[in-house]
Structure formats: C-alpha cells, structure tokens
C-alpha cells in the first residue's frame, strides 16, 4: 500500500506497512500537532492524484481547506479501494475520509461530518447507448448488466430498482468500470453524473453520458466526510467549520469543477437526520 504524505499539496510516495493508529480518541490538539491521515480512492473529479504528483479532488480540496481553518497542516493520505476505506478508518489507519455519501449501516459503524452536498445518479454507456438505457427500469427490461463501486451506494441503488444480483458488477475502482464497459462485461456503469462526466472525458469518445436520464428519488445522497465513533471533539471542530463554508462563494469555486451548482447544497439536512432515515 502507498502512503502519500502531503505538503502544500504536494505529495512524495513511500511504501510503508500500515499499522494501527491511535488507539483513543484523537484530539484536536493532538491533530494540530501531529497531523491526520485522509483515505481516499482514485475518483476523478472528486478525489485523485494528479500528473505532477499533486493531490487533486473537489473533495481533497475542500477538506485540506478546513483542516487548514482548524490549524492542522500536516496531512498525510492513504490511497485504496473504496471497500477498504471504512475498515481501514475502523482498524485506525485513518483519520478522516474526506467524502462518502451517508448511509444509515455506515452510521452504526462510523460518524459523518454534516452533509457537504447532494448529488445523484448517471448512466456511463458505450458511445451511442446501442442499448437504450436511460434509466434503471431499462436497465431491468433489457437484462443488462450495471457496473458499480465495490462497497458503492449504487450497489443499493441498484438493487432496489430491481436490478438482480447476477446482473450487477462491482469492481474496485472507475479504472475497473471504464474497462468493463469497453469490453462489453458490463452494458452500463453507474456512478455520480461528475464521476462519469470524467469517465467520458477519458474514453477517447468511446463511452458517454446517457442523455436524458431519469434519476429516481431514491438515489438523492448526501456527501460527508467520515470519522471514527470516538474522534467527537474532531468531528464537531470540522463541522463548526464546514458551517461557516457551505454555500459561499469560496465553496462554490471549489465545487465548480463538479458543475454543482446551488441545486447541489445540502440544505437543512444534518447528519443526524440522515443517520436516522431509512436506507
């Protein structure tokens, strides 16, 4: 596993054995002496590593700017699977995983900042959709086959859309997805609409967003950062931060390259409230 350790940005790659962290809570003195860790997996535009060895994300950003409003500066940062990232956070080889939408069985073994933003659903599918799908009720009259994040809120988006377990692929990471569906293991990959936005962008004019698409109410998320149970007084410092940020016009500039816009801001909707919905 590569631990990337982060200045001003910038990141140097060593590998090194992972081993449990702290094993109390871990306060904000503490992190302002002596750093965090962030885990994130390689998702393009929200979290990745740039050419020039730069940590690069809305997320990656928009979280290294509120620690840095907490004073803490020193940041290092685990890249992994995204199925990897709530046990590794649980066995303490992480501090903070900068963006996961909040699920109610992720609440009983985890604590979400409040929400960041709302986002939703797209199709990625072959260039010219040759299976006409622009929903997952298609997905379901065809019998075709989705790819998803292992360990991915759209495994449940999925299956609750009637979509059988035989036709649904999880694969670790975008690079697994885009591979599946350019060589026909997969009819459709299903990831946030910036997630395939980029996904498009990188296929060479073999894959597309399927246009329209039906988005059902069920796949409306909330986005937030992740924290162990016990790190409160880390959690409640973050989101007495998060507050004075969410919705101005710096937050807005760093969501840009999402495309959010105002319809993306989480509103009134709290952690606690989301904890409590059903899935």
């Known amino acids: 596993m590569s631990l990337i350790s982060i200045r001003n940005g910038l990141i140097a790659f060593a590998v090194v054995a992972l081993v449990a962290g702290h094993a109390k809570a871990l306060t904000l003195d503490e992190a302002r002496e002596s750093g965090v860790r962030i885990g994130f997996q390689n998702e393009p535009p929200y979290a990745y590593v740039g050419d020039n060895g730069k940590i690069m994300g809305t997320d990656n950003v928009l979280v290294m700017s509120i620690l840095e409003k907490m004073g803490i500066t020193k940041v290092d940062a685990v890249v992994m699977d995204f199925a990897s ?106 990831l946030t609409p910036d997630s395939v936005k980029a996904m498009a962008e990188r296929s060479d004019g073999t894959v597309e967003r399927a246009d329209p698409f039906e988005n059902p109410p069920f796949a409306n998320a909330y986005a937030a950062s992740v924290f162990r149970k016990e790190d409160n007084e880390l959690r409640e410092a973050f989101n007495a931060e998060l507050k004075n940020v969410v919705g101005t016009p710096e937050f807005m500039e760093m969501l840009k390259p999402n495309g959010y816009t105002e319809d993306n801001l989480p509103g009134d909707m709290t952690a606690e409230a989301r904890c409590a919905m059903p899935e």
């Open 85 to 190: 990232l709530i046990p590794g956070l649980q066995a303490n080889r992480l501090d903070i995983i900068p963006s996961v939408f909040i699920l109610p069985k992720r609440c009983a073994l985890v604590s979400f900042s409040n929400p960041i933003w709302r986002g939703g659903t797209a199709f990625a599918v072959l260039a010219g959709n040759p299976k006409n799908l622009h929903s997952f009720d298609d997905v379901v009259k065809a019998g075709a086959t989705v790819g998803v994040m292992s360990g991915a809120i759209e495994n449940d988006y999925a299956k609750k859309a009637g979509i059988p377990d035989d036709k649904i692929m999880p694969l670790a990471d975008a690079a697994a997805l885009l591979e599946a569906l350019k060589s026909g293991r997969v009819d459709a990959v299903i």
